[in-house]
T-cell receptor
């Protein structure tokens, strides 16, 4: 069965430092992977996706994610964190032709 | 272009009452989804639709019904609300798979 795991409930980082939010997946077949961000009292916003091609995917707001097939991971990264990046981040994997399965979410807190 | 809109934004129900949540999208998307978001559990799919006149069950369909009479609208109904249905409900739509899902702003429902 397709599944995705986000092992950290919260990630704390100082502004200006690099950040990583972790995601691991389990799929049969080729993985289609997504990252979404949720700001307080808002819906989810798409950040980036991996379908095929380069293992390093670039997305919105300076975020990127690295697909690692051998480690079944799709970690979200940013070279220099901003306080405004503080939000809830969700990793998702395609479950079937129509559905996504979401991880439990990781709260990112960037301190000034 | 409003994207995905949801009404109402907030609602308080008493146990046993019924209500309908409306989702509308103006992007001509074929696929529409209803999720619920609960703390520590990420998003769970309630029902989804792959086109006008079609609906299907997701992970947690019990206690909910849906209808997709028009392509742009996807309704979620609670016939007899229960406190366990207290949650934030998100609607999403996508053009096709595995493309991005676009989310509405959410409806916060409290069942007393």
């Amino acid at each position: 069965a397709q599944s995705v795991a986000q092992p950290e409930d919260q990630v704390n980082v100082a502004e200006g430092n690099p950040l990583t939010v972790k995601c691991t997946y389990s799929v049969s077949g080729n993985p289609y992977l997504f990252w979404y961000v949720q700001y307080p009292n808002r819906g989810l916003q798409f950040l980036l996706k991996y379908i095929t091609g380069d293992n390093l995917v670039k997305g919105s707001y300076g975020f990127e994610a690295e697909f690692n097939k051998s480690q079944t991971s799709f970690h979200l990264k940013k070279p220099s964190a901003l306080v405004s990046d503080s939000a809830l981040y969700f990793c998702a994997v395609r479950h079937s032709s129509y559905k996504l399965i979401f991880g439990s979410g990781t709260r990112l807190l960037v301190r000034p | 272009n409003a994207g995905v809109t949801q009404t109402p934004k907030f609602r308080v129900l008493k146990t046993g009452q019924s209500m309908t949540l409306l989702c509308a999208q103006d992007m001509n998307h074929e696929y529409m989804y209803w999720y619920r978001q609960d703390p520590g559990m990420g998003l769970r799919l309630i029902h989804y639709s792959v086109g006008e006149g079609t609906t299907a069950k997701g992970e947690v369909p019990d206690g909910y019904n849906v209808s997709r009479l028009k392509k742009q609208n996807f309704l979620l109904g609670l016939e007899s609300a229960a406190p366990s249905q207290t949650s934030v409900y998100f609607c999403a739509s996508s053009y096709s798979t595995p493309r991005t899902q676009y989310f509405g702003p959410g409806t916060r429902l409290t069942v007393l």
